[in-house]
């Protein structure tokens, strides 16, 4: 015990490096500090894919280009256009693929997990498959598609057609989502409402979607996030009116790198504000 200020006092000279060698850490610190040393080292080229082309693509571009880009009515149309389909169809998701999710986390039935199975499909696909197996369905020609037309509603080159195909390929993404936050929440819980004489509707308002809400809005942007980059089903369903993806490919093809770099550049800003935008209501929220 006499020994024990004199060492510290030893010790507050002594470089980290030193102090981990006199004090000889054991064997599993070691360990995980090798295990984290390798695991930042590995996740550093994924980090330097995602971050030096995007960064490259937004620092290329001069000031002057993207403010005479962004006055252009074409881009304004293009870009509201993508925002405007891609909340419509994170709209479409919440409203059809809420229940679905709730009942896949709920319930067992037979053919469970051909359904799973099928809302994840789109996900692995082929993106033009989605749009001709659409057009396959709703084209003019089809029977659903002269009903449809009836009604003076079109899939082909029109706004509905692009929020159909956005709503396909984005919906997975909610669903699994939720479905993932529905299943989180104990089950004793609802029943404990009901037992308690609340029905079904006010025990899911009440009880369920307080808990479950985080995942809806999580759900939500990634629904949005994959919505609003979608091009390959886009194009095939409708090449006009333009989205910001179909108008960057056509200014690539037509005009080359540079003219296309300021529409993307754009398009990021938006998506990041609005990103951001849902990260902030999230916050808000739980705060209260």
């Avoid at 009836?150 to 029109?158: D, K, L, P, R």
């Avoid at 296309?260 to 998506?271: G, P």
Wanted: charged letters at 15%; hydrophobic letters at 50%; a positive charge.
């Amino acid at each position: 015990m006499k020994s024990r200020p004199a060492c510290q006092d030893h010790c507050r000279g002594l470089s980290r490096s030193k102090i981990k060698l006199l004090l000889k850490l054991p064997s599993y610190a070691r360990g995980s500090e090798y295990f984290w040393f390798f695991s930042i080292l590995l996740s550093i080229p994924l980090v330097l894919l995602i971050i030096l082309p995007l960064g490259r693509m937004i620092t290329t571009p001069e000031i002057a280009d993207l403010i005479f880009t962004i006055k252009e009515k074409t881009v304004q149309e293009a870009l509201g256009r993508s925002l405007f389909t891609a909340l419509m169809a994170t709209l479409m998701a919440i409203l059809f693929g809420t229940p679905l999710a709730y009942i896949l986390a709920r319930k067992s039935f037979k053919g469970k997990n051909i359904i799973e199975g099928l809302v994840d499909l789109p996900i692995m696909i082929p993106h033009p498959v989605i749009g001709i197996a659409i057009l396959s369905l709703f084209g003019r020609n089809t029977l659903p598609g002269k009903l449809l037309a009836m009604f003076n509603v079109e899939i082909m080159g029109s706004l509905t057609g692009i929020v159909m195909v956005l709503t396909f390929v984005g919906a997975p993404f909610y669903v699994n989502t939720v479905k993932s936050g529905f299943e989180n929440i104990p089950v004793r819980l609802e029943n404990a409402s009901r037992s308690l004489g609340a029905g079904m509707g006010a025990t899911f308002f009440r009880v369920t979607f307080p808990m479950v809400w985080r995942h809806m809005i999580l759900g939500a942007v990634m629904c949005t996030a994959r919505a609003i980059s979608e091009f390959g089903a886009v194009v095939i369903v409708a090449y006009h009116p333009m989205t910001a993806p179909v108008l960057i490919y056509e200014r690539f093809t037509a005009y080359g790198l540079k003219y296309s770099q300021c529409v993307a550049f754009w398009l990021i800003i938006i998506s990041l504000l609005l990103f951001i935008t849902l990260r902030l209501l999230s916050r808000e929220r739980r705060d209260r």
